[in-house]
């Protein structure tokens, strides 16, 4: 897998770059396991042989944007669907749940497609963890994707995040 990263100046507060590493390790976990096919695979989608994740970061006012996309197979609608039905997220007769909802679907406490539990995915921790994180520092994560053509993750977090400690005393009557 080739990883290329265009990132611009941008200026991030400490607490955020701190939660950043572990959310965007997570991100690329799910890149590298989910999404990037295997050899076999790639060949027979006429794809190059090495996979890629794109990382572009920039700054926008207040916010700072960062993409993280892959040119793996992209969701398998059919098996986030299916996943879903078997964890009571969706009634098993749930066919008009458009494709945005099942992405969503990913940040879901618990929720895994992977079939078996292995050394980097599987066990439904991940995505749920990431959008929490997000969360947590005043930001938004979404998902989107195309079958055989790849998925991409967008953040939005604010560049800094301000916390202000107070102490109120009252003397006398």
């Known amino acids: 897998v080739d990883v290329s990263c265009q990132v611009g100046e941008i200026k991030l507060d400490k607490n955020i770059l701190d939660a950043l590493g572990d959310v965007l390790l997570h991100i690329l976990r799910n890149a590298v396991d989910h999404g990037i096919e295997t050899l076999v695979d790639r060949n027979a989608a006429g794809k190059p042989e090495t996979g890629t994740i794109r ?13 993280i996309s892959d040119d793996g197979k992209g969701p398998d609608w059919d098996r986030i669907r299916q996943r879903a039905v078997t964890q009571g997220l969706l009634p098993q007769d749930e066919k008009a749940v458009d494709n945005q909802h099942l992405l969503d679907l990913l940040f879901t406490h618990g929720f895994s497609t992977a079939e078996q539990v292995g050394q980097v995915s599987g066990r439904g921790v991940g995505l749920d963890v990431v959008r929490s994180r997000i969360e947590e520092l005043g930001g938004r994560v979404t998902m989107d994707g195309e079958a055989g053509k790849g998925t991409q993750c967008h953040l939005a977090l604010p560049s800094s995040v301000l ?3 107070g102490l109120f005393v009252q003397c006398g009557p």
């Open 163 to 165: 916390s202000t400690n």
């Open 55 to 67: 990382i572009v970061a920039r700054p926008s006012g207040e916010l700072v944007h960062i993409d």
